[in-house]
Antibody
Framework: EVQLVESGGGLFQPGRSLRLSCPSSGFSFGDYTVSWFRQAPGRGLEWVGFISSKAYSWTTEYGASVKGRVSISRDDSKSIAYLQMNSLKPEDTAVYYC????????????WGQGTLVTVSS | SYVLTQPPSVSVAPGKTARITCGGI??????VHWYQQKPGQAPVLVIFYDADRPSGIPERFSGSNSGNTATLTISRVDAGDEADYFC???????????FGGGTKLTVL
C-alpha cells in the first residue's frame, strides 16, 4: 500500500523556520517526484514545489509565492522528503500535503493526510 | 502565469450528470488532471491526462479537453460525490503546477 505521512506541523512564530517531513512506503520512492502543496483554511490548493527523481537529476521547482524561502530535499535511502520554509508569515498558515508525482505528466496520484502549520505570535 | 478558471459551484440532482468546467487559454494543448477533495480529507486523483482514470475510480467519472475548456463529467451522481473538485495543469512557460480555484459540487 502506497503511503505518505507528513509530520512536523504545529504552531510557529512569524519569522521562524519549519521543517516538514514526508516519510513514504509501499513504492520505489527513488523513482518518483515528490511534491508539496498547501491549503489555507477555506481556500483552494496551492503548489509549494517539488523535487524530481534521480532520473531527472533531482531537479527542484518552487511556486512563485514561496520561492526564495523554501527548499525541498529528499533522502532516497530513507524514502523521506523534506520541506524547509524560512521567514514564516501568518499567511503561510495552512494544511501542508506531500504527494507522489509522475515526472512525465506532473500529476499527483497519492497524497498524505496533511499536517497543519499555524503561524502566529 | 497561467490561469485556470472554474465555476465556484455546481448543483445536480441525484442520478443526473454533473459537468465541471476548467477554462484556460489553449488548455487543449495541455494535459489536465482532476482531483476530488471531501471535507477534512486529502485530495484524490480522479482523472489524469485529460481522460484517464486511476484504478479504483468509477467509470462514472470521465474527462475531456479541447480548445479553451476541459470538462470533468460525473454521471449518475450520488451523495457520495459531493466534494470540491480541482483541475490542474503543468505550465511549461512558468515551470509551475497550476490549480483551478475549485468547484464545490452539491448533490440536491
Amino acid at each position: 500500500e502506497v503511503q505518505l505521512v507528513e509530520s512536523g506541523g504545529g504552531l510557529f512564530q512569524p519569522g521562524r523556520s519549519l521543517r516538514l517531513s514526508c516519510p513514504s512506503s509501499g513504492f520505489s520512492f527513488g523513482d518518483y517526484t515528490v511534491s508539496w502543496f498547501r491549503q489555507a483554511p477555506g481556500r483552494g490548493l496551492e503548489w509549494v514545489g517539488f523535487i524530481s527523481s534521480k532520473a531527472y537529476s533531482w531537479t527542484t521547482e518552487y511556486g512563485a509565492s514561496v520561492k526564495g524561502r523554501v527548499s525541498i530535499s529528499r533522502d532516497d535511502s530513507k524514502s523521506i522528503a523534506y520541506l524547509q520554509m524560512n521567514s514564516l508569515k501568518p499567511e503561510d498558515t495552512a494544511v501542508y500535503y506531500c504527494a507522489r508525482g509522475d515526472s512525465s505528466g506532473y500529476y499527483f496520484d497519492y497524497w498524505g493526510q496533511g499536517t497543519l502549520v499555524t503561524v502566529s505570535s | 502565469s497561467y490561469v485556470l478558471t472554474q465555476p465556484p459551484s455546481v448543483s445536480v440532482a441525484p442520478g443526473k450528470t454533473a459537468r465541471i468546467t476548467c477554462g484556460g487559454i489553449d488548455i487543449g494543448d495541455k494535459s489536465v488532471h482532476w482531483y476530488q477533495q471531501k471535507p477534512g480529507q486529502a485530495p484524490v486523483l480522479v482523472i489524469f491526462y485529460d481522460a484517464d482514470r486511476p484504478s479504483g475510480i468509477p467509470e462514472r467519472f470521465s474527462g475531456s479537453n479541447s480548445g479553451n475548456t476541459a470538462t470533468l463529467t460525473i454521471s449518475r451522481v450520488d451523495a457520495g460525490d459531493e466534494a470540491d473538485y480541482f483541475c490542474q495543469v503543468w505550465d511549461n512557460s512558468s515551470e509551475s503546477v497550476v490549480f483551478g480555484g475549485g468547484t464545490k459540487l452539491t448533490v440536491l
